[in-house]
C-alpha cells in the first residue's frame, strides 16, 4: 500500500495476510490520505521507491505541485513551473528555451551597464553620463543616429540570422567556410551555447554536455536579471532618477523615503 501526501510517498508492502486490507481500500481514501495498492515484488518496490527519491530530490517551484510531464528537470533551471502549458509542444519549447537564454543574457547586460553607469554618475566620477533612459536620445559625434541603427541592424541581424539556422540545424554554423575562416575561434558547443576563445575566454563549460551546473548558475542570474529590469523600468517611470540614485535616496531616510510614499505621493 502507498499513502500518498503531494509528492511524498510512503510505501507499505501488503502481506498476503493483509490482502483484503490493501484490496478493500484500493483507490480510497483512508484518514484524508489516498491509499493504493502496490505488487509486493521487490524488484518493484525497489523501482518505485528510487522513483519517490529522485520526486522528492528535485526542486519544484511550488513544493509539493506535481510538475508537467514534458518538464522532467533534464533542462537547466527546470522548476516545473509552466502554468499556461506553453512547453506542451516539443519544438516550442525547443523555442522558448533558447529565447529565455538570449533574454536573460541581454538582461544581465543591461543591468550591469545600467548599474555601472549609474554608479559612476551619482558618486560625482563622470557626472556628464546620461541616465540610462535618456541614453538612447544622445548625439555623438562620431556617427549620426540613423547610421549607428543601420550598422546595429546589420550586425545584430547577422548573428541573429547565424544564430537562428545553427537553431534548425546544430552544428552547422561551425563547419569550416561558414563564418570567414573564424569556426575555429568560436567553436560551437550547442545551441545557445558558443564557445572557443572569444566567447568562453576561460574555458569553464568545455563539456556542455556535463556543465548542468554553470548553465544552472546562468539561468538563475539570468532570470533574476529580468525581475531586476522589470523593477528599473517601473522606478524610472515613477521617480524619473536611475536605481542607484533611488537606493541613495532610500538610505539617505529610509523611514521616509520607501515604496510607500513613492506611490502615495
Known sequence: MAFAVG??????????????????????????????????QKGHVARHSQEVVRAQQRPLWLPGLDPPPYLDGSLAGDFGFDPLGLGEDPDNLKWFVQAELVHARFA???????????????????????????????????????????????????????????????????????????????????????????????????????????KLKEIKNGRLAMVAMLGIFVQASVTHVGPIQNLIDHLSDPWHRTIIQTVAG
Open 108 to 214: 544581465m547586460a543591461g543591468v550591469a551597464g545600467i548599474l555601472f553607469t549609474d554608479l559612476l554618475r551619482a558618486t560625482g566620477i563622470n557626472s556628464n553620463l546620461p541616465v540610462w533612459y535618456e541614453a538612447g536620445a544622445i548625439k555623438f559625434q562620431f556617427a549620426s543616429t540613423r547610421t549607428l541603427l543601420v550598422i546595429q541592424l546589420i550586425l545584430m541581424g547577422f548573428v541573429e540570422t547565424k544564430r537562428y539556422m545553427d537553431f534548425l540545424n546544430p552544428g552547422s554554423q561551425a563547419k569550416e567556410g561558414s563564418f570567414f575562416g573564424l569556426e575555429a575561434a568560436l567553436e560551437g558547443l550547442e545551441p545557445g551555447y558558443p564557445g572557443g576563445p572569444l566567447l568562453n575566454p576561460l574555458g569553464l563549460a568545455k563539456d556542455i554536455k556535463n556543465a548542468h551546473e554553470w
Open 7 to 40: 509528492s511524498g510517498v510512503q510505501t507499505l508492502p501488503c502481506s498476503s495476510s493483509s490482502s483484503s486490507f490493501c484490496g478493500n481500500y484500493h483507490g480510497k481514501t483512508l484518514f484524508g490520505y489516498t491509499a493504493t495498492t502496490l505488487p509486493a
